[in-house]
């Protein structure tokens, strides 16, 4: 099993900027892709950033929604995902998930059932 715990979530203003972390714990090592996905009210989860838990393969996939705006990144070290949100909008809030599954391929799908473990989430508000 693995085990994801989010962080860094809160109430920015448009414009604003927050960087979530995801530390993995549990049964983890590098041979995990790890995502981000959001949920706000009356939608689907929806992927927004997806990376390689190692980190060489360099390839990362971010959805058009947060494409110039969103990086993703992670540590090593601290079994960590990053996803630093810059120029938010309100329509960036929602309900923050971080993800992982065993690696079969390039990290790159945004496919939400394609990721069996997943955290708790941390909720990101963005005001006008």
């Known amino acids: 099993q693995v085990q994801l715990v989010e962080s860094g979530g809160g109430s920015v203003q448009a414009g604003g900027s927050l960087r979530l972390s995801c530390a993995a714990s549990?049964?983890?090592?590098?041979?995990?892709?790890m995502g981000w996905f959001r949920q706000a009210p009356g939608k689907e989860r929806e992927g927004v950033a997806s990376?390689?838990?190692?980190?060489?393969?360099?390839?990362?996939s971010i959805a058009d929604s947060g494409k110039g705006r969103f990086t993703i990144s992670q540590d090593n070290a601290k079994n960590t995902v990053y996803l630093q949100m810059n120029s938010l909008k309100p329509g960036d809030t929602a309900m923050y998930y971080c993800?992982?599954?065993?690696?079969?391929?390039?990290?790159?799908?945004?496919?939400?059932?394609?990721?069996?473990?997943r955290g708790q989430g941390t909720q990101v508000t963005v005001s006008s």
């Open positions: 993800a992982a599954t065993r690696k079969t391929g390039p990290c790159i799908s945004l496919y939400v059932p394609n990721y069996p473990y």
């Open positions: 549990g049964n983890f090592d590098t041979t995990y892709c």
């Open positions: 990376i390689d838990s190692n980190g060489r393969d360099g390839r990362i």
